[in-house]
């Protein structure tokens, strides 16, 4: 079994606009799907959405095993 590799061509949103629509349907013919590459503060959110759901349920685990003794 081998191993793929994912490749990702960057392109402002001007220059993509800007291509033909035979540019487009060649790159979507090579398989390229087309996707908005979040910004660096929608990152930062995902993390923190991640630390507070995990602080969360480790609340939520502990208030159970508080319960249940």
């Known amino acids: 079994m081998s191993a793929t590799k994912e490749y ?3 392109l402002q ?3 993509y606009n800007n291509l033909g629509n035979d540019e487009k349907m060649y790159l979507n ?3 390229l799907q087309v996707k908005q590459v979040s910004t660096e ?3 930062q959110d995902e993390v923190i ?3 507070r759901l995990k602080a969360y349920h480790d609340e939520q685990k502990r208030i159970f095993e508080i319960r249940n003794k």
């Open 8 to 10: 990702y061509l960057r």
């Open 13 to 15: 949103e001007e220059t």
């Open 29 to 31: 013919h090579l398989g």
């Open 41 to 43: 503060l929608e990152q």
């Open 49 to 51: 959405k991640k630390i």
